[in-house]
């Protein structure tokens, strides 16, 4: 893993989220006619519309809007929030920390979840546990967020006699049992599509593994078991998983959005649903930004992470 | 089991010396959806102190299945019928797992095929070898490295020390298979197998590891089962050695008897099959000698990639220009086998595509008075007459066209015969592959591997070319269908007159087919002589070095037989 | 071996489907009571005799609206499928033949399109187009191209490199021929499993739009739009949001066999030394 390698990863980031600004800026500046209108609706004045077209400055030829957006961006500033008369890169970044805090949650939760099953089903094939997790996993990805969260909601969080609260947000640093009792069941929301993907896909790659030439050679040579898989197996199977998660990452921002919703979470999600409804431009531009640039520093971190597990690709 | 040093004459202080090895009366059937398949019947097997058995099948004789029987690893479905297989006596069908994990890597070790997918990718090398130390006799992590450090010495490795930290990706294929046998020789076991430990490298490293594994044995005197398919190289190894047909032992005995005057039908077969260089096959000598095709100065150069890829990172950026082939020149005479041999990397595959326009080159190809500079003149007419025949039979046929399809495309592609004499000349084609006529309906995966290499043989021939290389066409078969591959291309080409090029690195088989030999090392051609001149001393030393490490069939190997490199 | 674990797949998912198809498309007819009626007397209750599912806040007999409502989402979710793999296809197929710099620019767009997470990406077409059920297909049909577009390119690389259609590339056929004949025939397998797998993908992601009310519109009884609609009541009868709920993961569950089924029987994994 050379410094070269990083350099051009990072390079090769930079061109993806030129790409995807490049795209975000166009559906919703440049395409069906006039922002402004869209915006404010087909009933707005012309005097309305002239007014906003300068203030966003729609007069301008589109590159140099682009330009001026990039411009503003590279310097953390992504203008005024239209609706809510405040600094874009304000509200977007409270809402990025609460957003970060419910998806780390579900990351961890999915992490000590779905890897150790994933494992310890291949290890043991046959039997109870791969049927509950064969039917556990094809659930898991059959369920769109929405459904499991209204089905958690109804079980969990009744008004009388819930055990969850139905939503809203604590912060952790703010009283740690009340923070647990409100991302218990988005956290769990989200992470169950996740988890069921993840433990399906260590299983299967563990049990390639575990019938791998090496393992059996391992176990060939007289090895006890529990070594052969805490030494042998485990470490090969590991890096696959990690990609398996970098790529859900991206289900993961998706969910995100729904699930916010839902449970009245104000991270991005929620702030991209009602920017969305109100057509608040610079928001929906910051948000969709900062929503990829996750996901491609996501992929980046799972690169880096997979280079540390497997030797070969460190020194390709 | 704590034993301080390698002890191997431990079982000389023991009473009356019961085999290291035997098996008696031992039968192996798997249970699948068709019903139990017989793999092993009736197997009776003694391997004694200090001798070294060789088991000698085709694929599918059940010569691996004997090997996880001994070592107790079989599948869920394996049943086993009858028999008995002990180990100095103790009868491992008894064995617990526990109590053989106790006994595998410790009392009987295994030396694998394929060094590349059998050691732990993840793990450094010292580890793989020490942590059986550490696991059967009781070593410290820092005593067993120490340890490790000198099996790998006496393995041959050059510098044991650096080879404990290193990964298994980062070095060569001989070398690895020096750390599985370091690893397997570490406890001092009393028995090794050794399945087919040769067959994944190349000559020259195959023949080091032939000489490693005798002097090795020599040392410690450890009994060993030595698998393999290739009768020449056992005869090498073994002192004794018992043949495998379909599960069954059909001959058995003193390796130099069993080869010198074998009993049983299959065995005749088979060390028939095998090639013998002094046994002339091919086809008459060409009278003319103006050449029909030659390559002048041809390099293929693996260019870096594109600025934008660099740029963006999809490769190392490798400054280095990756030759593929150098100044090849070589001419091939009508009507003539021109065998060109090497070992992988020679470049030899890359001049087969080079001469079949899938390549890019610099350099030129002179072909019927005109002369190609670039992949883009080849003409359809140059692609008629020149044709080409892959190694791997599965990959070389199209899963879902029929053999009737595979076999027209070229007919009417070139318009050998019209429309209405495509079916008749299909038929002709397979007659001349001596595969019967009903087979043009069927799909490849209906066909064996030696079939598939016949319709692709066919195919070639189909066009009515005035050369054919074959580029490893018997390399991926069992060696008694090889010959019958081997024998119908001479054939052909006795009958249609049309040149070979036979890509190889089977040294002995190309002697019996070649008129001339070109050998590539590296991308370059180092040499190229007539068949007759082969053991003459002005050969380039490569190529002495291939002949002397290539394993001949014989009853007596006497050293002075050997060229002196 | 691996026998035991495909069978009750394959079963299951062909029965699931079945069962899809069959509502799919004869739905809206087999619906015992008219979808919009109201039965205000038996309002917000759990299954019984008259209304098997039970009734939503209006009395509307759950069951036939759910019945009404499938063709709606599970047709969504082909007919998107179909558009996102035609467009995505061609263009992965293209630069996987063209290969060189025209391969790699276009890589190089397809990999900052799918940057973008699905559902975000969804979202930003369907509000700039305005709300709709057309408007989502095509928005669902957009972001499934460059996925698809990546595995078609993928499959026909693995492809172009196997040695008959060197031996046809050798032989001097026309490049027509060898796209047509070898390559395309062989590289089908990987985008069948990949566009059966989307389908339920499709599904989620319509209904999702349904319940945000960016798909389907009222009266429609698209299940999205159900569960929406039935989370005021979702404590007095949670039967409203559990049965289109239920009927969403199903109707996705049943792709999403398929396609698994689909793939370990058209790309059997090779045998085991």
């Known amino acids: 893993m050379t410094s070269g390698y990083l350099l051009r990863r990072l390079a090769s980031i930079v061109l993806v989220l030129a790409i995807v600004t490049f795209a975000v800026f166009a559906i919703t500046t440049i395409l069906p006619g006039n922002a402004a209108v869209m915006i404010l609706g087909q009933y707005a004045t012309p005097d309305a519309v002239k007014a906003l077209e300068l203030q966003l400055h729609l007069d301008q030829p589109w590159y140099v809007q682009y330009l001026d957006w990039v411009g503003g961006a590279v310097r953390g500033d992504f203008g005024m929030s239209l609706r809510l008369s405040l600094p874009v890169s304000q509200v977007v970044g409270q809402a990025f920390v609460n957003s970060l805090v419910l998806a780390g949650t579900a990351l961890v939760l999915v992490t000590v979840v779905a890897i150790p099953l994933g494992a310890l089903t291949a290890v043991k094939r046959g039997g109870i546990a791969d049927l509950l997790l064969s039917i556990f996993s094809y659930l898991g990805t059959a369920l769109p967020e929405f459904v499991t969260a209204t089905l958690l909601l109804v079980i969990f969080a009744a008004p009388d006699n819930g055990i969850f609260p139905a939503g809203g947000y604590v912060a952790p640093w703010v009283d740690p049992a009340a923070f647990v009792a409100h991302v218990a069941l988005p956290a769990v929301t989200l992470g169950l599509v996740l988890m069921a993907h993840i433990s399906r896909q260590v299983r299967s790659e563990m049990s390639e593994v575990l019938n791998s030439d090496f393992v059996r050679a391992a176990r060939l040579k007289g090895l006890r078991e529990r070594r052969v898989i805490w030494r042998h197996a485990l470490p090969n199977s590991l890096a696959p998983a990690v990609a398996v998660i970098s790529l859900d990452i991206g289900y993961l921002l998706g969910g995100i959005i729904v699930v916010e919703e839902i449970f009245a979470w104000p991270g991005l999600g929620r702030l991209l649903i009602y920017a969305l409804e109100n057509r608040d431009l610079p928001v929906i531009q910051a948000v969709t930004l900062l929503l990829a640039a996750v996901y491609a520093l996501s992929n980046f971190v799972s690169d880096i992470v997979i280079a540390a597990l497997d030797p070969r690709v460190r020194h390709a | 089991m704590n034993v301080a040093a390698p002890d191997f004459d431990r079982s000389r202080k023991d009473a009356p010396p019961a085999p290291v090895l035997s098996i008696l009366n031992y039968s192996l059937a798997y249970a699948t959806e068709r019903g139990p398949v017989d793999a092993l019947k009736a197997i009776d097997l003694k391997i004694e102190k200090g001798e070294t058995h060789g088991l000698v099948g085709e694929s599918g004789s059940g010569k691996s299945s004997m090997a996880w029987s001994i070592m107790r690893y079989l599948p869920a479905n394996a049943i086993e019928q009858a028999g008995a297989i002990r180990l100095a006596g103790e009868e491992l069908l008894q064995c617990s797992q526990r109590d053989m994990a106790d006994i595998r890597g410790q009392r009987i070790s295994m030396v694998f095929q394929d060094p590349s997918t059998s050691l732990n990718p993840a793990m450094r090398l010292g580890d793989q070898v020490s942590e059986v130390l550490v696991a059967h006799r009781g070593l410290s992590r820092a005593e067993a490295l120490e340890e490790a450090q ?128 002094d046994r002339w096959i091919g086809a008459d000598l060409p009278t003319e000698t103006s050449p029909l095709l030659s390559l002048d100065e041809v390099g293929v150069r693996y260019t870096p990639v594109s600025f934008l890829d660099r740029w963006l990172g999809s490769d190392d950026g490798d400054e280095n220009v990756f030759w593929g082939a150098k100044d090849v020149s070589l001419g091939i005479r009508k009507g003539e086998l021109l065998g060109i041999v090497g070992e992988s990397g020679s470049g030899k595959s890359t001049i087969a595509k080079v001469l079949s326009g899938l390549q890019d080159f610099t350099g030129a190809l002179d072909f019927e008075g005109s002369r190609i500079t670039a992949r883009k003149q080849i003409t359809r007419d140059y692609r008629r007459k020149v044709q080409i025949v892959f190694q791997h039979p599965d990959a070389s046929l199209n899963p879902r066209q029929t053999v009737a399809t595979i076999l027209s495309r070229p007919l009417k592609l070139y318009g050998i015969v019209p429309r209405s004499g495509i079916a008749e000349r299909i038929r002709q084609l397979l007659e001349l592959v001596r595969l019967p006529a009903d087979y043009a309906n069927r799909l490849p995966h209906q066909l064996s591997g030696g079939e598939k290499q016949r319709v692709a043989i066919a195919r070639a021939f189909a066009a009515e070319p005035d050369l054919v290389i074959c580029d490893e066409i018997t390399s991926a078969l069992d060696v008694s269908v090889q010959a019958t591959v081997a024998e119908l291309l001479v054939k052909l080409q006795r009958e249609t007159g049309a040149a070979c090029i036979f890509i190889t690195h089977d040294l002995n088989l190309i002697r019996q087919l070649a008129h001339r030999i070109a050998v590539m090392q590296r991308g370059r051609l180092v040499d190229l002589f007539d068949r007759a001149d082969a053991m003459a001393d002005d050969r380039h030393p490569y190529t002495k070095a291939l002949l002397n490490a290539v394993p001949v069939l014989s009853s007596e190997t006497s050293d002075s037989e050997r060229l002196t490199p | 071996m691996r026998r035991t674990a495909i069978a009750p797949n394959a079963v299951i998912a062909i029965l699931l489907l079945a069962l899809i198809a069959t509502v799919a498309i004869a739905g809206p007819w087999v619906a015992p009571y008219d979808p919009q009626a109201f039965f205000p007397m038996v309002r917000l209750q759990g299954p019984s005799a008259a209304h098997w599912l039970g009734t939503d806040e209006y009395g509307r007999d759950l069951l036939s609206r759910i019945l009404n409502g499938a063709p709606e989402t599970v047709l969504f979710g082909l007919f998107a499928t179909v558009f996102g793999v035609g467009i995505g296809a061609l263009i992965g197929v293209t630069a996987g033949v063209l290969g060189g710099w025209a391969d790699n620019a276009i890589m190089r767009v397809l990999d900052g399109l799918l940057a973008v997470p699905d559902l975000l990406f969804t979202l930003l077409i369907v509000t700039v187009l305005g709300a709709g059920m057309g408007h989502a297909m095509l928005a669902v049909a957009i972001v499934f191209a460059p996925g698809m577009a990546r595995i078609a390119r993928s499959s026909v690389l693995s492809v172009r490199t196997r040695d008959y259609v060197r031996a046809a590339v050798a032989r001097g056929e026309s490049g027509a021929y060898v796209v047509m004949r070898e390559v395309l025939p062989n590289a089908l397998s990987p985008i069948i499993v990949e566009s059966t797998i989307r389908v339920s993908f499709a599904i989620m992601i319509g209904a999702t739009l349904g319940f945000l009310g960016l798909g389907a519109q009222p009266p429609s009884t698209e299940w999205g739009l159900m569960v929406s609609q039935g989370r005021q009541y979702m404590f007095s009868n949670p039967w409203c949001v559990a049965v289109p709920g239920i009927s969403i993961a199903l109707a996705a569950l049943g792709f999403n066999l398929a396609g698994d089924a689909l793939r370990d029987s058209l790309d059997p994994r090779g045998s085991r030394r």
Not at chain 2, 174 to 193: N, Y
Not at chain 2, 203 to 231: C, G, K, M, P
């Open chain 2, 150 to 277: 000198a099996a790998l010495a006496r393995t041959g490795i050059a510098r044991p020390a650096d080879m404990l930290r290193r990964y298994p990706h980062e070095v060569s294929g001989g070398e690895k298979q020096r750390v599985v046998i370091a690893t397997a020789f570490a406890c001092a076991p009393q028995l090794i197998i050794f399945d087919e430990p040769t067959t994944a490298l190349d000559v020259l490293t195959a023949h080091q590891i032939l000489d490693l594994f005798n002097r090795l044995r020599d040392e410690t005197q450890v009994s060993a089962l030595y698998i393999s398919h290739d009768l020449g190289l056992v005869s090498r190894v073994a002192d004794t050695v018992s043949v495998l047909h379909k599960g069954t032992i059909v001959e058995r005995g003193d390796i130099g008897e069993v080869f010198r005057s074998p009993r049983d039908a299959y065995t005749k077969r088979l060390i028939e099959a095998v090639p013998d260089p």
